[in-house]
């Protein structure tokens, strides 16, 4: 599981039950959820929506600095909006479309034709079946990426930067000529970039030009900064070990990654012409 969903559901766990156990109120079966099973996964739509009960009746009942023996109320319902905020795209796909069949989604994925002719593919039946994780993950990445990357194009586009040099920030114009000049003395490889200098940067650098030009440029885009900042992080970070043959990685980050994707380019594309 994604660390930043991981730490979200753990601390999301922790603030209810301490809640419920604290002072009541909240009875676990009308919710479907027992102590036990508040801890499972699966069971994250009905989390929400009871932390969501709690959060509501905390902002209706206390008042900002209203305490019980140093329990503040806000504070603690502050933290579970906060993991609330993390967790909810992930339920929200889980209730529309019923908990997500990843298996259907990696038989899907096809086995390369890699080997030569006349080898037996089921000898390393267990190497491609380790494949299709990270195959799926990188299917996702690469299209929210480069769909961001489209999108980010047209907002600079929109106002008045022709390319990301004409921003005038200088780490990702060195950035992007360092990478010019790299290839341009590596001549059996093509130039890339075609019409844009973007596509000079790593997908992480895309987060520097949101933060760079977030009051002009992007501040409408997106409900926060934060919200699309993380994801950026989280999805690069997946990236990264799904490009260096990480051999851990979970049906769960599966999961993180296309709620993300998902949740990305639901936000940006009704805003790409």
Known sequence: MDLKVRRAFSTLVQEVSNYVDKFGGFDLEL???TEESMKDMNELPMMIELAKSIMRFISSNYSPNWNSFGYFFWEHGKLMEEQVNILEPIAERMLNEGELDI?????????????????????????????????????YIFVCENILRKFIIQVLDN???PSVDS????????????????????KYLPMRGGSHDIYYLDFIKLNNIIINLWDSCFKDKFERQSWIVERI??????????AHNSGDLTVDEL???????????????????
Do not use: H
């Open 233 to 242: 992080e989280s999805l690069y970070a997946l990236r990264n070990r799904v």
């Open 167 to 186: 921003i005038g920030n200088s780490p990702l114009s060195n950035n992007i000529n360092v990478r010019k000049t790299q290839e341009a003395n590596q």
């Open 103 to 139: 298996s259907e989604i990696l038989s899907q994925i096809p086995i390369p034709k890699v080997l030569p002719d006349g080898i037996d593919y089921q000898k390393y039946e267990d190497i491609f079946d380790q494949l299709k994780l990270p195959s799926a993950m990188f299917q």
């Open 31 to 33: 919710y479907g959820l």
């Open 255 to 273: 999961k993180s990654v296309e709620s993300d994707c998902r949740e990305i380019i639901k936000q940006i594309d009704p805003q790409i012409r």
């Open 159 to 161: 106002n008045g930067y």
